[in-house]
């Protein structure tokens, strides 16, 4: 398994270029809804927030096993959550 370092700077980087883009598409495309750009820069900075939150505090953090497991989770929420707010940015026009 990873350490929580290199988690946490997944986490960063996956939601520095999901912001990233976000803003690209509002400079190139003059018509980008305000609304949805704001909820999904602040839809991925909060589910970022939330990710760090539960690295910092494992839940079982004395049994190696589960903490595994939970750690495993984590990273399948992140890649799922991430991957959904990417497409909501692709689709900003």
Same mark, same amino acid.
């Given at each position: 398994?990873?350490?929580?370092? @290199?988690?946490?700077?997944?986490? @960063?980087?996956?939601? !520095?270029?999901?912001?990233?883009?976000?803003?690209?598409?509002?400079?190139?495309?003059? !018509?980008?809804?305000?609304?949805?750009?704001?909820?999904?820069?602040?839809?991925?900075?909060?589910?970022?927030?939330?990710?760090?939150?539960?690295? @910092?505090?494992?839940?079982?953090?004395?049994?190696?096993?589960?903490?595994?497991?939970?750690?495993?989770?984590?990273?399948?929420?992140?890649?799922?959550?991430?991957?959904?707010?990417? @497409?909501?940015?692709?689709?900003?026009?």
């Amino acid at each position: 398994m990873a350490s929580v370092r @290199n988690l946490k700077k997944d986490i @960063n980087y996956l939601a !520095g270029e999901i912001v990233t883009e976000a803003y690209v598409r509002k400079i190139l495309f003059s !018509g980008v809804d305000e609304e949805a750009f704001k909820k999904v820069v602040t839809d991925t900075l909060l589910f970022r927030s939330s990710l760090l939150k539960k690295i @910092n505090h494992p839940a079982e953090a004395k049994d190696p096993q589960k903490v595994k497991k939970y750690f495993q989770e984590v990273r399948k929420e992140m890649y799922q959550k991430f991957s959904e707010l990417a @497409n909501v940015v692709s689709e900003l026009k």
